[in-house]
RNA sequence: GCCAGAGUAGCUCAGUGGUAGAGCAGAGGACUCAUAAGCCUUUGGUCGCCGGUUCAAUCCCGGCCUCUGGCACCA
């Protein structure tokens, strides 16, 4: 049985959770699912980045101790896995003591090899923001802005991992390694920024500036700063089990270079542990044209389109419109158009539609088809052509249009019952006619079944609402499920099911 | 500036060296099992601009314009 270890950035409690973070967890949780459905044996991680300076300010800000402060923003974040229906199977918080204890053993390590050593750091500081600055950060006349307070140019002692030393190793790794990043355009802006030479990484920082963190083993004086601590959750997680190297870290484009293709890889060949097979970056979503942000507040909070809409309508939307690694627009008008046409009209429909003919022509029991004529061949072929397209493109992360061409089927379903027109047939008393009833009620009714499996990753709630109507528990075996059958036969099905109905008023009048 | 991607129907996008496609929206129709849903038909495009190669280019080449993203830390 094939492993595969899939992990979700970790969150920095620092903020709220939005769309952002709700799109990693929900395309994380699609793939992790759609691999176990496949038959590999799965491990999904996610978790909270939980130490550093914002982290520090903020809990000040509120008067609680950081510990409180990232319990609370660690707990909303679970929480919304937990809303999402995440199928993760650890959480892992920066703050764990299985984690620091890791960190702190890899920093000892690379110190004893002599991967890092003490050096003099000469800079801008402001002591309002608590942070060098930048040349960057300077106004065109050379002033550093309002904000900043007071700057004064300091030196400070800092500890520091020889990135340079690794750069042509890395370089030499991602050319013999293409699918390292998916996609494979981002792998080239890998390579392109390794074409100038990379400075080694501060990794600490002073206790008096930032108590915060972990430790460093080798000089209690000092923390380490963000990227020891946040990248080794990844494999502190799951150390001592079978399961790393990670098959894949999902992460958004932000942070794939330099953190995640850069400091990540040599960090680990730096501490003689395997490389992750690969790095999946996805795309960020903009909403209704406009960039995501919190100083224009327009930061969509995903919950709200969940409890009104339902959490698998969301997910639906974040998985069918965004062609991942690509970036997206989320506008409430746009999500209304997917939920009303496609889920309620196309899918919501037909489910109703089945239940109520199956009720009123069969007395509610999925009868037995006759042999099965050219329309009910058709619908077949159809059927199976589009499962082995669907799962081709699930392989490939295309699931935009996985989605898309699960939904063609589901129309060709909707278009097979008007060409048979059961209601017509339930007229007839020919026998003829009841014996072609029968088999276009079974046929509508299998082809919905078959169907909801090529859905469940990404609508597990909806997909066992499905089955749930029509009487049907499923296998085990996932892939038995996606072969066209005889499964429902005898089966009774519910009176009625209105699984997305229409909203009263568009979302956008909802304030 | 450099790198990458993109400019095709009102909107979102697919596409091939040989008279342009889908979904949604719009229009019309037949039907009635159904969430005023579903089905059928249909309006609609100088395929960014200018040259070139070719019997023939939206698709190949060159140039230009515009947009988006990345270029050291917001998923």
């Known amino acids: 049985m094939k492993s595969f270890f899939i992990t979700t950035a970790i969150d920095y409690a620092n903020g709220s959770p939005h769309l952002g973070h709700a799109y990693e967890k929900v395309l994380t949780d699609v793939i992790a699912r759609f691999r176990r459905q496949m038959g590999d044996r799965v491990h999904f991680l996610t978790g909270t980045d939980e130490h550093g300076q914002k982290v520090q300010q903020s809990a000040r800000k509120q008067g609680v101790e950081p510990q409180q402060f990232v319990d609370n923003i660690s707990e909303e974040f679970r929480g919304l896995c937990k809303r999402l229906n995440i199928s993760n199977d650890d959480f892992i918080r920066t703050t764990d003591e299985r984690h620091k204890k890791v960190v702190r053993r890899i920093l000892q390590q690379l110190f004893d090899k002599g991967e890092i050593y003490k050096a003099d750091y000469k800079g801008f500081y402001s002591t309002r923001q608590e942070q060098f600055l930048q040349e960057k950060d300077r106004q065109p006349d050379g002033a550093w802005p309002e904000i900043y307070g007071e700057v004064v140019e300091i030196t400070e002692s800092n500890y520091f991992f020889k990135l340079g030393k690794y750069q042509q190793w890395l370089i030499d790794y991602l050319k013999a390694n293409e699918d390292f990043v998916f996609p494979r355009y981002r792998q080239k802006q890998v390579l392109e920024f390794l074409k100038d030479p990379i400075n080694d990484l501060c990794i600490s920082r002073p206790k008096e500036r930032l108590s915060w963190g972990i430790p460093l083993p080798f000089d209690e004086n000092y923390v380490t700063y963000v990227w020891f601590d946040a990248l080794i959750n990844y494999y502190s997680a799951v150390e001592g089990t079978d399961w790393w190297p990670a098959s894949f870290h999902v992460i958004g484009k932000d942070i794939l270079v330099p953190a995640h293709a850069v400091y990540w890889p040599i960090m680990l060949k730096a501490a003689d542990i395997p490389l992750p097979k690969a790095l999946l970056a996805h795309g960020w979503w903009s909403v209704s044209g406009s960039k995501m942000s919190k100083s224009t507040g327009n930061v969509i909070k995903p919950l709200d389109f969940a409890d009104q809409f339902g959490v ?61 004529d050219k329309p009910e061949q058709d619908l077949r072929a159809l059927w199976d052509k589009t499962r082995d397209e669907v799962l081709q493109l699930c392989e490939g992360f295309q699931f935009h249009l996985g989605l898309e061409r699960t939904f063609t089927f589901i129309t060709a379903t909707n278009a097979y019952i008007e060409l048979r027109a059961p209601w017509k047939l339930g007229k007839s008393t020919e026998a003829k006619d009841q014996a072609l009833l029968r088999t276009s009620l079974a046929t509508m009714a299998e082809a919905l079944r078959c169907a909801v499996g090529l859905l469940t990753a990404v609508m597990p709630e909806t997909s066992q609402k499905i089955y749930g109507v029509l009487g049907y528990q499923p296998g085990s075996v996932w892939s038995d499920e996606l072969v066209w059958g005889n499964k429902l036969v005898g089966k009774k099905v519910a009176e009625t099911a209105i699984l997305f109905p229409r909203p009263e008023k568009p979302a956008t009048e909802k304030k």
């Open 312 to 372: 698998d309508a969301l997910r639906y939307f974040l998985i069918r419109e965004m062609n991942v690694g690509q970036d997206s627009d989320f506008s409430p008008d746009q999500f209304l158009v997917r939920y009303t046409s496609e889920l309620a009209n196309n899918l919501g429909n037909l489910v109703n539609r089945t239940l109520n003919m199956t009720n009123r022509f069969a007395g509610g029991l999925v009868p037995e088809p006759a042999e099965l």
